[in-house]
């Protein structure tokens, strides 16, 4: 019997790239859990399903996850601090999606390599094919115009997800 998968989708951390080939492998979260915290889709399983599963996340470096989430929410118009009126689920800090213990906790700084290693686990996964990906090929188009507030306040924002996944 194959193990199953339970993923944690985290917004702006590569999920779309990993969804649907986790979907194909055959996931057990009920519904769609990119986008929903970890206790929420543990809700929906049963203990023993929950329990004899394998969960898996992925994070982003905090200042990286803003500005790619203030560049699909408004582009570079107004400060991170705005922007996060516009959609609040992409600015969601990551610790309130993996607020449970996962068994795997990727970091999209490696997502390649991260994704080779689940392979490895689970031989069935395809390789990963990047959906999403900015068109210049630079993940953070915005970073250079970052002020110093803003950099500032996401530092204090999401002081925890710097904390518990180990981010400078």
């Known amino acids: 019997m194959k193990t199953p998968v339970i993923f944690i989708g985290v917004p ?24 929903t915290p970890a206790s929420v889709v543990r809700e929906g399983l049963t203990e023993e399903e929950w329990d004899n599963s394998f ?25 991170i601090e705005d922007g996060m009126g516009f959609n609040p689920l992409l600015f969601k800090p990551m ?10 906790i990727g970091r999209y700084e490696r997502i390649d390599e991260d994704w080779e290693r689940l392979r490895r686990m689970f031989p069935t996964l395809k390789p990963l094919i990047h959906v999403n990906k900015s068109p ?3 993940p953070h188009p915005g970073k250079k115009d970052l002020t110093k507030h803003d950099e500032e306040f996401v530092r204090e924002y999401y002081e925890e997800d710097f904390e518990q996944f180990g981010y400078e």
Request: aromatic fraction near 4%.
């Open 12 to 35: 702006r951390t590569g999920t779309g790239s990993m969804s649907q080939l986790l979907q194909e492998r055959g996931i057990v979260n009920s519904g769609d859990s990119r986008n």
């Open 55 to 79: 969960k898996v996340a992925f994070v982003r470096h905090p200042i990286d996850r803003a500005i790619s989430a203030m560049a699909t929410t408004i582009g570079d118009i107004l400060t």
């Open 95 to 104: 610790v309130e999606f993996i607020d449970e213990h996962l068994d795997f």
């Open 136 to 138: 210049t090929g630079d």
